[in-house]
């Protein structure tokens, strides 16, 4: 007997009840119960006692799980303490059945001598051990040790029909006086890492070993404590193939007609003629630990060895030395990630039928059928292959199973009756063989435990990947076919077996099919668990991953000649001047070899002005004819953590005699009544960066900033708003390197990128992990940029009090205020601190509180009208007004005899005397309260952050203990962006990145059931907590201050600083440090200055509103050597993200060492015209301390309009136009003029409230999934009006002829050629020409009509092509209609 089938037999689990089962919760909860020691005056002196414990359900009377016993224990008696036996044991479980009925059950076994030398057993008594309170949580393990009473009897008492729930309530149950047992039950939160291992309801003591687990480290004997797995080996099933004898044909027609007996025999009918056919042949293939499946096992489907033979599929063993293709047989490999080097690890082979019958009898339909086709599915055979250990790669033959011996499947298995119907070769039917190929990866091997031992380290030091849930490992295979899908698992009839595969579910329904009845191959429960999950299969549909740098930075080559260079230069654009207000010259850009740090350092000239110059743009000559050239344009970016900018419109206007071969058009601005500037040409921004307004430090980013990154341009169409491309700039040549004032001249490449629709890649394309160029993404050189870029030293300006160079401070400790001095601001360095003790000034009571203030000018009106005196007769008037009024107040007093008439000093002592009792009124109403704010005031420290999306702010706060006494010091934090660090590799991770000196405590905190950590206070004793602020958040606040803004016409208004940047946006965090009872005795305010960050790349992408946009893009192999072989260890940092949004899934996988690692993002657009950004922070470090790159991003979403057509051929559709509140005059633009028609084409206007179809005409040039935009766009205020996104399904039209030409390549004279066309009608027809290459092919004549049956000759005028290759063009002759009757295809080579 094998190993693997001792464990099995010795671990049977009993289910629990069905009730139960239908009625399970997702989830488990592992518990740790530690039975100490029996005691009481029932117990003998030196006889033997054992422990048993079991699961009960109360509620449905039954036993579940399995028995576990203890050792044996003798009793010893201490007087005056009763016998006592020790057993001091732990039992690990886990269950789902959270309901107040599930308990334990401890039963205490006496064993007995007999005469004839054996034992007996007698049951002492028992005791319930309650799991659960009276909700579904787990029972409060705050106590550590409980005293079980115990009840006299066995345990068989609890099954009587009278036994009712609670126990107390039994009167038939009697206790056992002066006896109890000692234990302690916990929540065992560690166990849930083997899960998967574990079955559940199964009782194991620490002592048992569990396989996959190591033994326990040095001296501890429990393993199951803190688990550890031992470490999992791939494997690798092929060439798999199952043999049933005496043969398959004769196995399957036996069983075929025993079901078809076993139909008529249920439904008790004659034979109808109908028979049962087999469906599907599958085979499950899992992992065993002789415990449980450790996954799900994998379903494959099994197809005779005959017809995979006719079919001719490669990898498949041939039927030669199994004779006449009687075999089942796999046509790929399977891939077992989950095996571990263990004996008692096996693969559980399930076969199983599917069978299938079209009619029914007597209106009953087979067993587990469904709707549709009747179905239903047996297990035939079984098989148990333990590998072994040690060995590579080998051939393996096992025999299968059948019958009723119990398998892991927990199914029941086919077996031929051993009734007279049985063919002669009956007795031979059980036997059966599957063969396989086994094989591990190339760097794997299957190893002892022993060894796995030696090689074992303690990973203790390792960060956590911090993940908001835990990822599946996924599970890839080498080849691009995996295993077989069962037809019920595809949309498509069973005749579709050959189709494409698809994603796998449990229990999914198609119309038409059966359905897919897989069992639970885990256990006998119907429920999924967490382990039991279903895994995407290797050949699953991937996301296409698109490149994340598309553009090419820092391009400094010209296209222009020097005549061209000149006349640009010399159009009178802004001279920039330095600090001496001297011309600088343009030079070249500084090798990048040759940047040194200490050289800006050094520098006294620290200020920089930052000069942005656009000069000129211009069309790229290899731009065909894709679109037209804009007339206007306008420029966004962001410039280092300024607001982004959106540039005026600028107008392109070609230079003075143009002839250059690429000309280029400068840049005049445009006035908002439409007329060109009359000043300069070109358009100039200013940044001023000077480290007086600069947080310390961070001039050294700044610089780093210019060093390592670029600046991307997004160029925009400024009449239809359609972006017309992106160029990079590289930064590096603004670093002045010790001169005054530096200059260079630049052409960058203006590019777009179209994004076609999403499609599915299957198969082996979409396992390449290292395609270069990514499918779906297509990248298009429109234009040519011209800027200069200059940057000027200023010298530093000085700010009152503060040296112009500051070091930043090095404490990031905050100080507790004693209550004496002035409290410094988060204790960071001041030169201004006062010294001595707190100065304050004496106000009125009046001064300070308002509402005190108008209770006493309430009372006397007159008082507070002292304005300054008047001439004239508005003096005279306001005597006579207040005159009057002190007539009706004495009026007033005098009618109501409520006061006596009283002189004029009495009056006012008296209301002297009322005024005094309001303020002392008002001094014992807010005597507390401003008692209570001066106290704190006295414990409050104050920290200033500048937070920075991404960025992780790092303080220390010195928390000092007041008492005398010990306390236990609760931290409450009320924001949750701060947060307290509690593991102590976090806390050394960030003292080492800010150079902190402070020492670091280990296991420092303790948290709280509501997750607030404490920390232990000795008497005067001083420790420092540690915080972090890090928002992952845009705030609206700071989106609002990186919107687009436009700039004024003065040169004042373009200069850009950053002052009083994140000003208005300060928000406030109170922590609090409180002692019991809630008195705190610190508190520290965090004020919170969010800073705008730096965006290093930007993304767009266009998509349908109310969809899902689900993209994939690829980071480039950063940190990597050039010539480093693939898969080398360590070339790839291993990479995290976060997004802005809580609401998109942002995601990466690591794909192994060497490989390239992708984002996955998914995002929900909204309606049209929607535009949502968000920002994605990546990080290199697992505790994610400050991003490498932020990249912006912008979802725009937009209407929907399919269209479906066929290249060279006009297809026709309306778009509704509705107006808005005002008339509007608006124009339609598309990004492809070329292939869309716009109807009308100009002008027009929009009524107010109104409806107005806009009629298109879509001509695509080649076939295939492509994007077109329409923007309706307001042409007077330039704004987007509605916007449209077609997305085009083209098909290539049928080729009626084909031709071939030589053409010499490397330009000189194009060609003529003709071909002739018939026309196949009787009657005279009008013809057009089109093609799908303008740029190449030209016709004599677009149009021409022939006669009916007459042949005409078409004149093709064929360019010369600048490089070597060939092209196909296709040559549409379309009907008057439009309709294409026939396409030709000239294949041109290029010699």
């Not at 000649?561 to 011309?583: C, K, M, T, V, Y």
Request: glycine share 8%; proline share 8%; hydrophobic share 35%.
């Amino acid at each position: 007997m094998s190993e693997w089938e001792r464990s099995f037999q010795r671990n049977v689990v009993l289910p629990p009840h069905c009730q139960r089962r239908r009625t399970r919760r997702p989830g488990s909860t592992a518990f740790r119960c530690v039975l100490k020691y029996l005691e009481g005056a029932a117990l003998t002196q030196g006889a033997e006692y054992q422990l048993r414990l079991s699961l009960f359900d109360a509620t449905y009377h039954h036993f579940f799980g399995r028995t576990w016993r203890s050792s044996r224990r003798a009793a010893r008696a201490a007087p005056p303490r009763p016998a006592r036996a020790a057993f001091n044991e732990t039992v690990y479980f886990h269950t789902s059945l959270n309901h107040p009925g599930i308990a334990a059950v401890v039963e205490v076994v006496a064993t007995a001598g007999k005469g004839d030398g054996g034992s007996q057993h007698l049951s002492c008594g028992f005791g319930l051990i309650p799991l659960f309170g009276n909700g579904s949580e787990a029972t409060d393990p705050a106590a550590e040790d409980r005293a079980l009473k115990l009840y006299h009897g066995t345990p068989r008492a609890l099954l009587h029909p009278r036994f009712q729930d609670p126990v107390e309530k039994n009167k038939y149950l009697t206790v056992m006086e002066k006896s109890h047992l000692q234990y302690a039950l916990k929540t065992h939160q560690p166990l849930e890492t083997i899960f998967h291992l574990l079955p559940e309801n199964l009782l194991v003591s620490g002592l048992q070993t569990i396989p996959g687990l190591l033994p326990a480290h040095g001296d501890a004997s429990d393993c199951l404590q803190k688990p550890r797995l031992m470490k999992p080996v791939t494997c690798y099933l092929e060439r798999l193939s199952v043999r049933l004898y005496p043969s398959l044909e004769e196995f399957e027609e036996e069983l075929l007609d025993l079901l078809n007996s076993d139909r008529l025999l249920q439904a008790n009918a004659a034979p109808d003629g109908d028979g049962v056919a087999v469906r599907e042949r599958r085979l499950h293939v899992g992992v065993h630990n002789g415990l449980r499946f450790v996954q799900a096992p994998q379903v494959a489907v099994l197809v005779p060895e005959a017809e995979v033979v006719r079919g001719g599929c490669p990898g498949v063993p041939g039927s030669g030395a199994r004779g006449a293709g009687q075999a089942l047989v796999l046509r790929s490999r399977i891939q077992l990630s989950e095996m571990v080097p263990h004996p008692a690890f096996g693969v559980c082979f399930q076969l199983e039928y599917v069978f299938c019958s079209s009619g029914r009898a007597g209106g009953k339909a087979l067993p587990g059928s469904a709707h549709g086709e009747t179905a239903d599915i047996r297990s035939v055979r079984w098989a148990v292959w333990s590998p072994v250990l040690g060995a590579g790669e080998a051939e393996v033959v096992l025999p299968l199973r059948g019958g009723a011996c119990r398998g892991p499947c927990q199914t029941l298995v086919y077996r031929t009756p051993t009734s007279g119907r049985s063919s002669r070769q009956g007795k031979h039917v059980e036997s059966g063989t599957v063969q396989f190929y086994v094989s591990t990866d190339s760097e794997e091997h299957l190893v002892t435990a022993a060894e796995i031992l030696r090689k074992d380290k303690d990973e203790s030091e390792k960060p956590p990947t911090p993940s908001l849930s835990p990822q599946a490992p996924l599970r890839m295979a080498a080849s691009p076919r995996g295993p077989g899908l069962s037809a019920s698992q595809l949309s498509a009839p069973a005749r579709g077996r050959g189709q494409p595969p698809a994603r796998r579910g449990r229990g999914s329904r198609q119309e038409g099919g059966i359905t897919h009845l897989e069992a639970d191959l885990g256990s006998p429960d119907p429920e999924p668990r967490a382990g039991d999950q279903l895994r995407a299969l290797p050949f699953a549909p991937l996301q296409v991953p698109i490149a994340a740098v598309g553009l090419q930075a820092g391009s400094s080559r010209t296209l222009l000649s020097r005549a061209s260079l000149a006349r640009l230069h010399a159009a009178g654009f802004p001279e920039i001047l330095d600090h001496n207000q001297e011309p600088v010259e343009i030079s070249e850009p500084v090798d990048p070899a040759s940047f040194s740090p200490r050289l800006e350092e050094a520098d006294p000239l620290q200020g920089n002005e930052i000069i942005l110059q656009f000069l000129a743009f211009g069309r790229d000559a290899q731009d065909g004819v894709e679109g037209t050239w804009p007339r206007t344009i306008f420029l966004t970016f962001q410039f280092y953590r300024f607001p982004p900018v959106t540039t005026p419109r600028l107008q392109l206007v070609s230079t003075d005699g143009g002839l250059a071969a690429v000309p280029a058009q400068l840049l005049v601005r445009v006035n908002k009544d439409g007329t060109l500037d009359t000043g300069p040409p070109g358009l100039q921004l200013k940044y001023m960066v000077d480290p007086a307004f600069l947080r310390p430090g961070e001039q050294r980013w700044f610089v780093r900033y210019l060093a390592e990154h670029s600046l991307q341009i997004d160029v925009w169409d400024g009449d239809s708003l359609l972006l017309v491309g992106s160029a990079a700039v590289k930064l590096e040549p603004l670093l002045r390197q010790g001169r005054a004032a530096v200059r260079t001249h630049h052409e960058l490449e203006v590019a777009t990128t179209e994004y076609e629709p999403d499609v599915t890649v299957m198969g082996r394309e979409a396992l390449r992990h290292g395609a270069l160029r990514p499918l779906g993404v297509r990248v298009a050189v429109r234009g040519r940029l011209h800027l200069c870029l200059a940057n000027i030293g200023h010298p530093c300006e000085e700010t009152p009090g503060q040296p112009p160079s500051l070091p930043p401070p090095r404490s990031r400790v905050v100080p507790a205020p004693d209550g004496a001095g002035s409290i410094p601001a988060g204790g960071w360095i001041s030169l201004n601190a006062a010294v001595g003790g707190r100065v304050s000034r004496a106000r009125r009571l009046a001064e300070v509180d308002g509402e005190l203030a108008a209770a006493l000018c309430g009372r006397r009106p007159e008082a507070r009208l002292a304005p300054p005196a008047v001439p004239g007769e508005a003096t005279a008037a306001r005597r006579r007004k207040l005159r009057r009024m002190a007539l009706v107040r004495q009026r007033e007093d005098a009618g109501g005899e409520r006061t006596p008439q009283l002189s004029g000093w009495q009056e006012q002592r008296a209301r002297h005397l009322r005024d005094l009792q309001i303020i002392d009124a008002y001094r014992e109403r807010v005597k507390g309260e401003s008692i209570s704010r001066m106290l704190s005031q006295a414990i409050t420290a104050t920290h200033t952050v500048h937070a920075v999306l991404g960025t992780a702010e790092f303080f220390e706060f010195a928390l000092k203990n007041p008492y005398g006494v010990q306390h236990t010091v609760t931290i409450e934090v009320d924001h949750p962006e701060l947060s307290v660090i509690l593991d102590p590799r976090e806390w050394r991770h960030f003292k080492e990145l800010t150079k902190s000196v402070t020492p670091v405590e280990e296991e420092m905190f303790h948290l709280r059931d509501d997750l607030r950590p404490q920390v232990y206070l000795r008497p005067k004793e001083t420790v420092r907590i540690p915080f972090k602020y890090q928002t992952f958040s845009a705030d609206p606040a700071v989106v609002v201050a990186q919107g687009p803004a436009g700039l004024g016409a003065g040169a004042d208004a373009a200069t850009r600083s950053l002052g009083k940047s994140g000003a208005g946006q300060t928000k406030h965090i109170q922590v609090s440090f409180q002692v019991s009872g809630g008195k705190p005795i610190a508190l520290l305010r965090v004020k919170v200055e969010p800073q705008p960050h730096v965006v290093d790349q930007t993304f767009r992408f266009y998509h349908p509103e109310l969809t899902f946009l689900k993209k994939t893009i690829r980071l480039p192999p950063w940190h990597t050597l050039p010539g480093a072989p693939v898969g080398m260890p360590g070339g790839e940092p291993e990479m995290f993200v976060r997004c802005s949004d809580p609401d998109i899934i942002c995601e990466t996988k690591n794909m192994g060492p060497g490989e390239p690692q992708d984002i996955f993002l998914k995002v929900a657009g909204g309606p049209s015209p929607q535009i949502k950004k968000f920002f994605v922070a990546i990080y290199t470090d697992a505790w994610l301390a400050a991003p490498i790159q932020i990249w912006q991003f912008y979802l725009h979403s937009l209407q929907r309009l399919d269209v479906s057509c066929t290249a060279g051929q006009l297809s026709r559709l309306s778009l509704l136009l509705r107006g808005t509140p005002a008339p509007r005059r608006v124009q339609a633009f598309t990004s492809h003029p070329q292939e869309l028609e716009v109807d009308p084409d100009g002008t027009f206007l929009l009524p107010a409230n109104g409806i107005q179809d806009l009629y298109l005409g879509v001509r695509p040039r080649r076939a295939g999934s492509r994007f077109i935009y329409l923007n309706l766009v307001d042409v007077e205020s330039h704004q987007l009006v509605s916007s449209w996104l077609l997305c085009l399904s083209c098909r290539q039209p049928l080729i009626s002829k084909a031709f071939e030409i030589s053409l010499p390549a490397g330009g000189g004279r194009g060609c003529n050629k003709r071909i002739t066309y018939t026309n196949p009608y009787p009657s005279p027809r009008l013809y057009f020409l089109c093609t799908n290459r303008p740029d190449l092919l030209q016709f004599k004549e677009d149009s021409f009509e022939v006669a009916g049956g007459e042949v005409y000759t078409i004149g093709l005028r064929f360019a010369p092509s600048q490089g070597a290759g060939e092209e196909e063009i296709l040559i549409h002759i379309n009907d008057h209609e439009d309709k294409n009757e026939e396409t030709f295809c000239v294949k041109v080579i290029y010699q």
